[in-house]
Structure formats: C-alpha cells, structure tokens
T-cell receptor, first 114, second 109 residues
Framework: GAGVSQSPSNKVTEKGKDVELRCDPI?????LYWYRQSLGQGLEFLIY????????KSGLPSDRFSAERTGGSVSTLTIQRTQQEDSAVYLC????????????FGDGTRLSIL | GNSVTQMEGPVTLSEEAFLTINCTYT??????LFWYVQYPGEGLQLLLK?????DKGSNKGFEATYRKETTSFHLEKGSVQVSDSAVYFC????????FGTGTRLLVSP
C-alpha cells in the first residue's frame, strides 16, 4: 500500500504566522511520530501518538507547537506565531506493532520562515 | 539519557572500497537498533535493523551486528558503489527514535 504521506512538501511563510502540517500514516499503523530535521540540531523527536493513549509530547520545543491525531489516523502539527528558528524539515513516521518495529518516514515538509 | 554517537563525516571512498561507519550508543536497557539512509533530495529510508544482542541486520550488501558488550552497531559494506553516496543515520529505539548526527558517505568512480 501507500507509504506515509505528508503535505505540503514545501511551505514558506512570514514570521508570526501560524502553520499546519499534515501527515497521513500507513494504513493500520497504530503509532505516529513527528520529528524535526535541521542543520544545527540534527534529527529531533517532537511528539508520539500510540493508539488511544495520551501522546508523548516531551520533545515539543515550546508551547507554540501542538499536534493532534484524529480518529487514530491523520495527524496535524501546528506551529503558532512562527519564528525563524522554526525553519526545518518536519518529518512524520508511522509504525506498526511494538517499539522494536521500524518506523517508516514520509518525505517531510520543508518549512521556511521569512 | 539515551544517546547515539557516530563518526564524523564526510567519509570519502573510491568505488569497490570497504566501508565502516562506527556507531556506539548509551542506553538504559536494551533498545532496538537501526540504520537509516537519506539519499540526496529524498526522505529517510530504513536500511537495516537489529532487535537484540548478537543479531545481525543486513540489506543491500550492508551489515551491522548488535554488540551489547561494546554497545556498538557499526555499519559495514564490502564493496561500495557510487550509488551508495548518501547520509547514514544510526538510531536506537525503545518507543521513539534517538538518532546520531549522521555520516555523509561520498563514493567516487
């Protein structure tokens, strides 16, 4: 079936605006993750959803960042009042089964804050 | 906390050379270990994995063995190709992935 799908692939916005990034995981995958890839910080974990459990938000860098996962499928990552340091590639991954199964990544959304 | 250390790049090799990219980890417990690869302009792809000590992951001629004693998961390939040029990330996971900084491999003809 289809892999992890992310949209948009590129987003350019002005500082201070809000942005929403979307992730469509692989069908049937119960776990969904958001990561951020930037030059200065490498690959960083942001947030993790597993089934109906409360999400692990321990990687969110500030309260401007939030995420939802509706109906156990599609997820939206929202960044409010964007700052230039938010510029990065935002990656979504999904996983079946337990933590020793591999995560499968989407192609990411490249976010540029002017 | 949990962390992954991998060798600085870039690693520059000629085609058909032997490749080793070192990776060591620090973790409380026994995580699953992964190598991901990112080709130019593309997303992260799983290369191989190992879930317990002494497991050997292999794919596309690449291999890595989960060494509990040395907390290592070094990536090896006997004969690299130009098409292997990419950035390689070592990672550990209990639930979420913790990545190393990545190692860029450049293979010249």
């Amino acid at each position: 079936g289809a892999g992890v799908s992310q949209s948009p692939s590129n987003k350019v916005t002005e500082k201070g605006k809000d942005v929403e990034l979307r992730c469509d995981p692989i069908s049937g995958h119960t776990a969904l993750y958001w990561y951020r890839q930037s030059l200065g910080q490498g690959l960083e974990f942001l947030i993790y959803f597993q089934g109906n459990s409360a999400p692990d938000k321990s990687g969110l860098p500030s309260d401007r960042f939030s995420a939802e996962r509706t109906g156990g499928s599609v997820s939206t990552l929202t960044i409010q009042r964007t700052q230039q340091e938010d510029s990065a590639v935002y990656l979504c991954a999904s996983r079946a089964g337990t933590g020793n199964q591999p995560q499968h990544f989407g192609d990411g959304t490249r976010l540029s804050i002017l | 906390g949990n962390s992954v250390t991998q060798m600085e790049g870039p690693v520059t090799l000629s085609e058909e050379a032997f490749l080793t990219i070192n990776c060591t980890y620090t973790a409380t417990g026994y995580p699953s270990l992964f190598w991901y690869v990112q080709y130019p302009g593309e997303g992260l792809q799983l290369l191989l994995k190992a879930t317990k000590a002494d497991d050997k992951g292999s794919n596309k001629g690449f291999e890595a063995t989960y060494r509990k004693e040395t907390t290592s998961f070094h990536l090896e390939k006997g004969s690299v190709q130009v098409s292997d040029s990419a950035v390689y990330f070592c990672a550990l996971s209990f639930q979420k992935l913790v990545f190393g900084t990545g190692t860029r491999l450049l293979v010249s003809p």
